[in-house]
């Protein structure tokens, strides 16, 4: 089993910047990947990216690709999402997610899932 905790949400205004963290608990963090979606409202829950369990591999949405950057660090089992020069449109709950494999792609197929924290982008 593998618990996430997420922190870092919150108001900015656009252009700014935030980082999110999302901290795991278990011993086995190191042997999972992790994503990061979110959902505005009235929206679908939308892949952002994803990282391998070593951190080697990335991948991301187009939408964030330049802007986003997703990282971890496996001695403190927790991911990262940094997010600069943010939009109105990036406004939405952000979640993470933990799955034992890495694959460069969208697909929301995860095991495990943190509870969402809002970040509000104001224009």
């Known amino acids: 089993q593998v618990q996430l905790v997420e922190s870092g949400g919150g108001l900015v205004q656009a252009g700014g910047s935030l980082r999110r963290s999302c901290a795991a608990s278990g011993r086995t963090f190191s042997s999972y990947a992790m994503g990061w979606f979110r959902q505005a409202p009235g929206k679908e829950r939308e892949f952002v990216a994803t990282i391998s369990w070593s951190g080697a591999n990335t991948y991301y949405a187009d939408s964030v690709k330049g802007r986003f950057t997703i990282s971890r660090d496996n001695a403190k089992n927790t991911v990262y999402l940094q997010m600069n020069s943010l939009k109105p449109e990036d406004t939405a709950v952000y979640y993470c997610?933990?799955?034992?494999?890495?694959?460069?792609?969208?697909?929301?197929?995860?095991?495990?899932w943190g509870q969402g924290t809002q970040v509000t982008v104001s224009s």
């Open positions: 997610a933990a799955r034992p494999y890495y694959n460069a792609s969208g697909g929301n197929e995860y095991d495990y």
